[in-house]
């Protein structure tokens, strides 16, 4: 069969994704199976792969999905933990105390604390901590899930202490021992150069974040009053990428999102409390009564309003849990600490089942959802709760955790069938790698433009920019060396787009979503977050074209044109947002008067 057919047979489930739960916006409980179902028509009759394979394939997924909604319960319970106690609403005194302005918090939780998450846990662990948050502190829950998802871009690449880098690319490259005599060096160097590429795109990420929460959840349905607070947002941005890029580049891949996390939060908090680069008091922008949102906006997480039994709470004792998070998180992320060995110690394991050489695994206590279930009963202690009000948090989060499990046990062995279809007897190799070699049969000198959406598609599949780069590191670098280029840089652009692809990636919109209770909306969130992405994948694919053919094809080529065309552009809309602003004043002015 020929190659371009075998591109389009591959493509199929993913079309079917895009058709039912984006297009038509059917529920991912509906989409799913029809995905599923075609996965598995196509590894048993096409790529010809032992039946055996494909049920082993579909039961690690449905093993993959129980690891996914344990961290979800946990998660869940965390907020409704702090909900039972008081401490939400102290946090949330805390927010306003800082700025009542919704624009500025959701860049400080979603984009500053969301990427110190991620640096230390990954794994769509940032979206189990920073979307509930939003929601505990007055968020419709799927603007807090769009905004969750955003994020699941620049700090991702060196997520849980630089996994993407040190496992996903190692472990990709490795398998052709000619590349290098020193893979550890070369994925540094690789992580370096990803680094660089983030942060021109990761500029616009807190920008992006807030204009689409006020164009899709704001009473005017308007970009311009969240590009308003663009001095902020990139302020906020190069906060966290300065140090970010800098630590990739002297220290390696394991602390940039970790760093910029960090330093980005205390610059930007301690800067927002002295009114720099903020909106004026006048301008404080705030979602409309909750009465009066859309109810396709809101999840079965419902905001309470519960004081501490004192009657007042202390910050610190407040905020107490979270911080925990992030500690023990990183204490069970460092490998020059004796708690990760101790924490992966345990695992569940079901080894080469039916002898197709698929393991599925489990490790209960390396899991984050281990750590907020932990952090959850010390909260009861720390936060002296009484008995009846934690017994409700815990049948609530139960609940809630339940609900998502009709989607992701389709979504997740569905993924798994589609990686795991290799090595039948037709003697293709596995769906995805067909599908980039249609890809790249196409594409030739302008594969740089490809290589960040191939690597999208990669964790639009697989939930996860580590194994995207397991899966298309080494085919990202002979695409890279066949076209004449350095392919290291291939090889970073098939990193950056990974990560953007956790913007899109199914089943971390479901376990973003279900962490909240709003099941059912997976496509029209994916639908707000898909220019985002595109936005990422194609900046950086420009810049990447510009420079590996800078040396034969001078400084202005198709690259540098497109990426300068997306630098103008963005200018012109900041530029220009005043007079949009008043323009929609004026309009408003009009409507009101009219309903008088």
């Known amino acids: 069969m020929s190659t371009g057919w075998l591109a389009f047979l591959s493509l199929l489930p993913i079309l079917a994704v895009g058709v039912f739960l984006v297009g038509l916006r059917w529920p991912a409980s509906r989409a799913m199976p029809i995905s599923y179902v075609l996965a598995v028509l196509l590894a048993l009759f ?24 344990y961290i979800i319960f946990g998660a869940i319970l965390l907020l409704n933990t702090l909900q039972e106690s008081g401490g939400m609403k102290t946090i949330r005194r805390g927010f306003t105390d800082i700025s009542e302005d919704r624009r500025i918090q959701v860049i400080i939780i979603a984009w500053l604390f969301g990427s110190f998450i991620e640096g230390a846990s990954g794994f769509g662990t940032p979206a189990a901590v920073a979307v509930p948050l ?49 893979f550890l060096q070369l994925v540094t160097l690789i992580g370096g150069k990803a680094a660089i590429l983030h942060m021109i795109a990761g500029t616009l990420v807190p920008l992006f974040v807030v204009a689409l929460m006020t164009r899709f959840f704001g009473k005017n349905k308007s970009f311009s009053e969240g590009i308003k607070v663009w001095k902020f947002a990139l302020f906020a941005a190069f906060a966290m990428t300065i140090p970010y890029v800098i630590v990739a580049n002297v220290l390696g891949p394991e602390f940039p999102s970790m760093t910029g996390g960090l330093v980005g939060l205390l610059i930007v908090v301690a800067t927002a409390k002295k009114g720099l680069f903020m909106p004026s008091k006048k301008e404080t922008w705030n979602f409309e009564d909750e009465s009066k949102w859309d109810p396709e906006w809101t999840g079965k997480v419902i905001l309470k309003d519960v004081a501490h039994k004192s009657g007042s709470m202390s910050m610190v004792r407040a905020w107490s ?41 489990f490790q209960p206590l390396y899991s984050p959802g281990t750590i907020f279930i932990l952090v959850s009963v010390i909260t009861y202690f720390i936060h002296g709760m009484n008995g009846n009000t934690y017994k409700n948090a815990w049948a609530q989060s139960g609940k809630t955790a339940l609900a998502a499990s009709t989607a992701l046990i389709f979504t997740v062995p569905m993924v798994q069938v589609f990686l795991n279809s290799g090595g039948g007897a037709a003697g293709y190799e596995r769906m995805p790698i067909e599908l980039a070699d249609g890809v790249a049969a196409i594409a030739g000198e302008f594969w740089p433009f490809f290589a960040t959406f191939i690597g999208g598609l990669g964790a639009f599949i697989a939930g996860s920019n580590t194994v995207s780069n397991m899966m298309f590191s080494l085919f990202q670098y002979d695409v890279g060396s066949q076209i004449g280029v350095d392919p290291t840089w291939i090889v970073a652009l098939q990193s950056v787009g990974g990560a953007a692809g956790n913007m899109i990636c199914v089943h971390n919109v479901v376990a973003a979503s279900a962490v909240v209770g709003l099941l059912g909306k997976e496509g029209t969130v994916i639908r707000k977050t898909l220019f985002p992405f595109t936005y990422y994948a194609l900046l950086t694919g420009s810049i990447g074209y510009s420079i590996v053919w800078y040396s034969e094809k001078g400084l202005f080529n198709i690259g540098s044109i497109v990426a300068l065309a997306i630098t103008f552009a963005a200018v012109y809309i900041i530029a220009t947002n005043n007079k949009r602003l008043a323009a929609l004043q004026i309009a408003t002015d009009q409507n009101q008067m009219n309903i008088k």
């Open 134 to 182: 939003l929601v505990g502190l007055g968020f419709p829950a799927m603007a807090a899930v769009v905004a969750g998802m955003v994020i699941q871009s620049t700090p991702v690449t060196f997520g849980a202490v630089g996994t993407p880098v040190l496992v996903g690319i190692h472990t990709g490259l490795s398998a052709d021992p000619g590349i290098s005599n020193d």
């Open 321 to 361: 849990p979270y911080i925990l998070v992030g500690v023990f998180l990183v204490l069970t992320r460092l490998k020059t600490l004796p708690l990760m060995e101790w924490a992966q110690s345990w695992t569940i394991a079901f080894e080469n089942m039916f002898g197709s050489g698929i393991t599925a695994s």
């Open 46 to 69: 096409v790529w010809k792969v032992p039946g055996a394979n494909v049920a082993a394939a579909t039961i690690n997924g449905v093993v993959v999905a129980f690891t996914l909604l």
